[in-house]
């Protein structure tokens, strides 16, 4: 879906997730969300501010699960996702403390594997992801699914990319403290949901997003396997679609 610019289109995203959070309110339900960060989704939550602070919506209903976080990563550090979250959304809103998770940054290595199998199995018992939000990474990742990132790959700890860490390096006054690991979930975790939207603005991703949608699925570029995802929307602004 091509909208003339990114914050129409991030108005119409923010619009599908708050009502499918008052559809299942009406019900007595709770709703899983799948969010993400980077500069991609600011506008969505900020409209999903907008929304709790001018049209009531609430989000004592909703459960969140972020797709990752660097590792090591404290949570009060500037680049954390835990702090990202926090202030470009969760702190604005009505979501209970104890509803959001966020993948580890901080416990040690050997605890890490269990901590991931305990996050997929918090997702499960409340019944799947009904809505997961992404962006793309300018090499194709999904959430920190680098390439070569297989369809059943789980949540689990990664390696970054060279070109990830690149991307990172403003953010972090240099690529050299830019963290060499990350948490992230899995593609087959994402392609579970039962609805996913890809947002990408601007011609700077329009290349890579041409190639996610029309070129081969490959692991190569992670964002291909959604070709394979029967709900999946990308959401693009004019000058993304420049490739297509
Ligand atoms: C990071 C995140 C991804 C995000 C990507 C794109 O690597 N882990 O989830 O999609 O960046 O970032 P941006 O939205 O800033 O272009």
């Not at 797709?67 to 990563?73: N, R």
């Not at 949608?213 to 959604?226: F, K, M, R």
Request: aromatic share 8%; net charge negative; hydrophobic share 35%.
């Amino acid at each position: 879906k091509i909208y003339s610019n990114s914050s129409l289109a991030s108005i119409a995203v923010a619009k599908e997730i708050s009502e499918l959070i008052r559809e299942r309110q009406q019900d007595g339900k709770h709703v899983v969300l799948g969010l993400a960060t980077g500069s991609t989704p600011i506008k969505v939550y900020k409209e999903l501010i907008r929304l709790h602070k001018e049209e009531g919506l609430s989000f004592s209903n909703v459960y969140s699960f972020n797709l990752d976080e660097y590792y090591p990563m404290q949570p009060d550090s500037l680049q954390s996702y835990v702090r990202f979250m926090e202030e470009q959304l969760f702190n604005h809103i009505d979501i209970p403390k104890s509803n959001y998770f966020i993948p580890s940054g901080t416990l040690p290595q050997d605890e890490i594997a269990a901590f991931c199998v305990e996050y997929e199995q918090k997702i499960e018992n409340l019944g799947g992801i009904d809505f997961q939000l992404l962006g793309i990474g300018g090499n194709g990742h999904i959430g920190f699914n680098e390439p070569g990132s297989l369809q059943n790959s789980r949540t689990r700890l990664i390696t970054l990319d060279q070109v990830t860490r690149a991307a990172a390096a403003g953010e972090f006054q240099g690529i050299q403290n830019v963290p060499r690991k990350a948490v992230t979930v899995g593609v087959s975790t994402i392609m579970k949901a039962k609805r996913i939207v890809l947002m990408g603005w601007g011609e700077g991703k329009s290349k890579i997003v041409a190639t996610a949608v029309e070129g081969p699925i490959t692991d190569q570029v992670p964002a291909s396997y959604l070709q394979l995802h029967s709900n999946t929307t990308y959401v693009i602004d004019e000058s993304c679609s420049s490739e297509l």
